[in-house]
T-cell receptor, first 116, second 113 residues
């Protein structure tokens, strides 16, 4: 398994500002994923972050809005840029451990973001 | 298009009762199916994971079944407790190079005393 922590756990931000969310894992992982979960909805994949390469973004998400860093095998950040109230969501980091069987993914506790 | 549908959307049961949640999927090629429990304001936590050859798997009071022929899965909760109140999400993984996961919209379960 993998233990994942996220910072901050929650934040209230003003529109037009940016917030960087950190994801720390207790072991080295190849694949890290960032998800968004809007109120009452299920999870939507934003991007996949691999160490040493640019993140791969899903349809509807762009790097200018959600820049991602992956400096090493245990850490990643997601920035929500130029925020609007529509960005109010829970943002979740997920990892797939290197030795995971059957493509097991583990999720962080999430960052609850409210944009006013 | 890969899809995962869950039913019911929401469910209220009394403490101590059993319940069954349903999941139908059209994901192909199928790799595995997992059930997650998500408490309000928290990240999902894995309950079970099943591959093509497995048709039942238990985790304490949680028992998941998989029928790969009909592409259906169920999660049965026995002797429910107040702490079972959460959203239960069915997630199906496709056997592709990008490790694609398709998430169901979840069933919100409320256990009342």
């Amino acid at each position: 398994s993998a233990v994942i922590s996220q910072k901050p756990s929650r934040d209230i931000c003003q529109r037009g500002t940016s917030l960087t969310i950190q994801c720390q894992v207790d072991s080295q992982v190849t694949m890290m994923f960032w998800y968004r979960q809007q109120p009452g909805q299920s999870l939507t994949l934003i991007a996949t972050a691999n160490q040493g390469s640019e993140a791969t973004y899903e349809s509807g998400f762009v790097i200018d809005k959600f820049p991602i860093s992956r400096p090493n095998l245990t850490f990643s950040t997601l920035t929500v840029s130029n925020m609007s109230p529509e960005d109010s969501s829970i943002y979740l980091c997920s990892v797939e451990p290197r030795l995971a069987r059957a493509k097991t993914q583990y999720f962080g506790p999430g960052t609850r973001l409210l944009v006013l | 298009k890969n899809q995962v549908e869950q039913s019911p959307q929401s469910l209220i049961i009394l403490e101590g009762k059993n319940c069954t949640l349903q999941c139908n999927y059209t994901v192909s090629p199928f790799s595995n199916l997992r059930w997650y429990k998500q408490d309000t304001g928290r990240g999902p936590v894995s309950l079970t994971i099943m591959t093509f050859s497995e048709n039942t798997k238990s985790n304490g009071r949680y028992t998941a079944t998989l029928d790969a022929d009909t592409k259906q899965s169920s999660l049965h909760i026995t002797a429910s407790q107040l702490s079972d109140s959460a959203s239960y999400i069915c997630v199906v993984s496709a056997e592709t190079g990008r490790r694609a996961l398709t998430f169901g919209s979840g069933t919100r379960l409320q256990v009342q005393p």
